[in-house]
């Protein structure tokens, strides 16, 4: 009797112990761009506070990794260590540098059964997610840049503050009018300011002149074609010949002059967008970039990405978690939030998104330019890549070299680089 009493209390401790088991949730990493105590690490400890208390079978801890190389840097190391994060937000244009390492999983699979939820997402942010015809992560914090501009200063200028410029001949025309010089000629407001401490600019005017920066494979750049050289051309041309804008700007310094009154208009991204809001004590506008032989502007920004060697569990976990922070409510509350663009179709139709537009309508301005976006230049070795097109744009800026030789320097450092992945 004593036997089967002890055997009935070790069956039922074993029961016990695996429907508590069975019922502790299963937890996950989410690495996320942002330092520790910056705004937006408080909306996504709300948004992932909101899914632990929705979801009782999972457990996501946001873990905050500084910028997006600190990040990539960080997620890079965990995985190969063997102990990768579940889920990470990193450069969309990461994908090649994260693909040759081997730590990522494809999503597709995951799409596989979903086509509505695929075909909902703008494809200009697709395009950057996609390689050997499989989707490897998930648009989710993505941006394209913008022209800001002072209406006042366009009155005060004669310009119609509802009319921004929309060709480049405008543009140059407008800068013209709206930069101030002193008696001796000095500027002492710039009539624009585009951002020159970084690539993503001179995408946007290369793509304007109707050219293209690289092949979709990943393999070639194209920085000697005549549509980059005119692209790069005209931006050194309104620094140095018109100097109707400042050399040297980054994100920060372009929206710090404009928040000054110091330029009168300034190419930034979507990102920038609160930050002005917040900022300024004047009347501003916001429009899309103008275009020259077409209308087209990069598109920027990070993607959700599953790490490699995951359980089966803890990988349907981080999808779950993707799908619902990509969910058209989500995404339209994450907008808001954050400033960057509504990554799917259907997020334009909720509620909250209408309302926020019609309070404040150059929040509306980024989703208007969506048609005109494209897939932003991605390459093997892009850090490097990057780093050569960024001095070829500094060399021309400062005439060390003129814009041709700057940029086949380049071309010729570049295709040295991508050779072993041809």
Same mark, same amino acid.
């Given at each position: 009797?004593?036997?089967?009493?002890?055997?009935?209390?070790?069956?039922?401790?074993?029961?016990?112990?695996?429907?508590?088991?069975?019922?502790?949730?299963?937890?996950?990493?989410?690495?996320?761009?942002?330092?520790?105590?910056?705004? &937006?690490?408080?909306? !996504?400890?709300?948004? $992932? +506070?909101? #899914?632990? @208390?929705?979801?009782?079978?999972? *457990?996501?801890?946001? %873990?905050?990794?500084?910028?997006?190389?600190?990040?990539?840097?960080?997620?890079?190391?965990?995985?190969?260590?063997?102990?990768?994060?579940?889920?990470?937000?990193?450069?969309?244009?990461?994908?090649?540098?994260? &693909?040759?390492?081997? !730590?990522?999983?494809? $999503? +597709?699979? #995951?799409? @596989?059964?979903?086509?509505?939820? *695929?075909?909902?997402? %703008?494809?200009?942010?697709?395009?950057?997610?996609?390689?050997?015809?499989?989707?490897?992560?998930?648009?989710?914090?993505?941006?394209?840049?913008?022209?800001?501009?002072?209406?006042?200063?366009?009155?005060?200028?004669?310009?119609?503050?509802?009319?921004?410029?929309?060709?480049?001949?405008?543009?140059?025309?407008?800068?013209?009018?709206?930069?101030?010089?002193?008696?001796?000629?000095?500027?002492?407001?710039?009539?624009?300011?585009?951002?020159?401490?970084?690539?993503?600019?001179?995408?946007?005017?290369?793509?304007?002149?109707?050219?293209?920066?690289?092949?979709?494979?990943?393999?070639?750049?194209?920085?000697?074609?005549?549509?980059?050289?005119?692209?790069?051309?005209?931006?050194?041309?309104?620094?140095?010949?018109?100097?109707?804008?400042?050399?040297?700007?980054?994100?920060?310094?372009?929206?710090?002059?404009?928040?000054?009154?110091?330029?009168?208009?300034?190419?930034?991204?979507?990102?920038?967008?609160?930050?002005?809001?917040?900022?300024?004590?004047?009347?501003?506008?916001?429009?899309?970039?103008?275009?020259?032989?077409?209308?087209?502007?990069?598109?920027?920004?990070?993607?959700?990405?599953?790490?490699?060697?995951?359980?089966?569990?803890?990988?349907?976990?981080?999808?779950?978690?993707?799908?619902?922070?990509?969910?058209?409510?989500?995404?339209?509350?994450?907008?808001?939030?954050?400033?960057?663009?509504?990554?799917?179709?259907?997020?334009?139709?909720?509620?909250?998104?209408?309302?926020?537009?019609?309070?404040?309508?150059?929040?509306?301005?980024?989703?208007?330019?969506?048609?005109?976006?494209?897939?932003?230049?991605?390459?093997?070795?892009?850090?490097?890549?990057?780093?050569?097109?960024?001095?070829?744009?500094?060399?021309?800026?400062?005439?060390?070299?003129?814009?041709?030789?700057?940029?086949?320097?380049?071309?010729?450092?570049?295709?040295?680089?991508?050779?072993?992945?041809?």
């Amino acid at each position: 009797m004593r036997r089967i009493v002890s055997l009935l209390v070790l069956v039922a401790v074993l029961v016990l112990a695996s429907l508590v088991s069975a019922q502790e949730p299963v937890e996950i990493r989410f690495f996320y761009p942002v330092q520790v105590a910056g705004p &937006l690490a408080r909306v !996504i400890d709300g948004m $992932v +506070e909101e #899914f632990n @208390a929705e979801h009782h079978g999972i *457990r996501v801890q946001a %873990v905050y990794s500084g910028n997006y190389d600190e990040t990539m840097q960080r997620a890079q190391t965990a995985a190969m260590s063997g102990n990768p994060p579940e889920l990470a937000v990193l450069l969309a244009i990461d994908l090649l540098t994260l &693909l040759n390492a081997d !730590i990522i999983s494809p $999503v +597709e699979d #995951f799409l @596989a059964d979903e086509p509505a939820y *695929r075909n909902d997402f %703008v494809e200009g942010f697709i395009e950057n997610s996609q390689y050997g015809g499989k989707i490897w992560s998930i648009p989710f914090q993505r941006s394209t840049p913008l022209l800001y501009y002072n209406k006042e200063m366009f009155a005060e200028a004669g310009l119609d503050p509802e009319k921004p410029p929309t060709t480049w001949a405008e543009l140059l025309e407008y800068a013209e009018k709206l930069t101030v010089r002193d008696a001796s000629g000095n500027v002492i407001r710039h009539g624009l300011t585009i951002v020159t401490k970084d690539t993503w600019m001179l995408q946007a005017f290369i793509l304007q002149n109707g050219g293209g920066y690289n092949n979709e494979a990943g393999t070639e750049i194209y920085l000697d074609q005549p549509a980059t050289i005119g692209a790069l051309q005209f931006w050194v041309d309104l620094a140095n010949k018109h100097k109707v804008m400042p050399r040297h700007r980054d994100y920060g310094e372009a929206s710090a002059d404009f928040a000054a009154e110091q330029t009168a208009m300034m190419y930034n991204s979507t990102g920038s967008l609160s930050f002005v809001r917040s900022s300024v004590n004047f009347d501003f506008g916001v429009a899309p970039l103008p275009g020259n032989q077409v209308h087209a502007v990069p598109t920027g920004g990070g993607n959700f990405y599953i790490f490699k060697g995951l359980t089966p569990e803890k990988e349907q976990a981080a999808w779950t978690f993707v799908k619902w922070m990509t969910s058209p409510e989500k995404v339209a509350e994450w907008s808001i939030a954050s400033g960057y663009v509504p990554v799917r179709l259907s997020a334009f139709d909720e509620p909250v998104l209408k309302e926020y537009y019609a309070e404040f309508p150059q929040a509306s301005v980024a989703g208007e330019q969506l048609p005109f976006a494209r897939r932003e230049m991605a390459l093997h070795s892009n850090q490097q890549i990057r780093e050569l097109v960024l001095t070829a744009i500094q060399e021309a800026l400062e005439q060390t070299l003129s814009v041709e030789d700057a940029l086949r320097q380049a071309q010729r450092q570049a295709d040295r680089i991508l050779r072993p992945f041809q």
